[in-house]
């Protein structure tokens, strides 16, 4: 099971008069379901990177869990560790989902100095489409690269408002050990091609146009058509295939907003 610890006498003491958020918890994923089940068993737990800190540590392992009476029988996937002086947490990554977040974090990283050039702003933050605040599903995890005027960084936030930094680390840290986590579980590291989606024409022109404005390049490719992974949110599905498209195909930065 997903644990949350944070260690703040005030908050416990204050936790009595102020009414519980009402944000649903986010859906746990398989992996973190067959840990917890009775009857599971960890099968494999092989440690693929470790990324430390002045504030924060992390320890990602590449876990295989087996059940005797479900189907399918065997379940993959990475458990991140987290904790920092104040807190603690746990994250479950389906098989699934690996290459989409190491592509994401790849993303990111290939963003980091256009981050730092781009903008005088003293804070800055690059994370992921589905985890802006405009989106009203709950994320197990976002992360993102940040830069404040004492630090810069990978940053990994929890839900329940755990905050995890890791300064001087870069995304790439974390997405290598995905990448080892996955080649252990023999998977290839390429998105598979998306089933197309439906969407309003007037949905798929602001995409499209985004998608030019930030690489103007897709402006001379033939053709071209926004798809998504089949995910909850599709708008936001088709904005990250289209950045990845552009960055696997022309070498340009795999990040931005629609």
């Not at 603690?88 to 256009?114: F, M, N, P, T, W």
Request: charged content about 20%.
């Amino acid at each position: 099971m997903r644990l949350a610890t944070t260690v703040s006498v005030l908050c416990c003491i204050l936790s009595s008069s102020v009414p519980a958020q009402l944000t649903p918890a986010p859906e746990p994923t398989q992996l973190e379901v067959w840990v917890g089940q009775t009857g599971s068993r960890i099968t494999k737990s092989e440690q693929v990177g470790r990324i430390d800190s002045t504030d924060a540590h992390a320890v990602i392992t590449a876990v295989v869990v087996e059940h005797t009476h479900n189907t399918p029988r065997r379940v993959r996937g990475i458990r991140i560790d987290l904790r920092n002086p104040s807190s603690a947490d746990r994250i479950y990554v389906d098989e699934s989902e690996l290459v989409y977040l190491k592509h994401q974090l790849d993303g990111i990283d290939c963003g980091v100095a256009s981050m730092r050039n781009d903008s005088e702003t003293p804070y800055r933050v690059s994370g992921i489409a589905r985890c802006r605040p405009s989106r009203t599903v709950p994320q197990a995890y976002c992360p993102a690269y940040y830069i404040t005027p004492e630090s810069e960084g990978l940053s990994l936030s929890t839900f329940g408002g755990h905050n995890f930094r890791f300064p001087s680390k870069r995304p790439s840290a974390l997405a290598n050990a995905i990448g080892r986590a996955m080649s252990a579980f023999g998977l290839d590291d390429k998105i598979p091609t998306p089933d197309p989606i439906e969407l309003p024409a007037s949905d798929l022109e602001q995409i499209v146009a985004s998608a030019t404005q930030h690489f103007p390049i897709l402006a001379s490719s033939p053709g071209i058509k926004a798809a998504g992974y089949n995910s909850r949110d599709n708008k936001s599905s088709a904005w990250e295939f289209l950045a990845v498209r552009a960055r696997r195909r022309y070498g340009v930065l795999a990040f931005g907003r629609l």
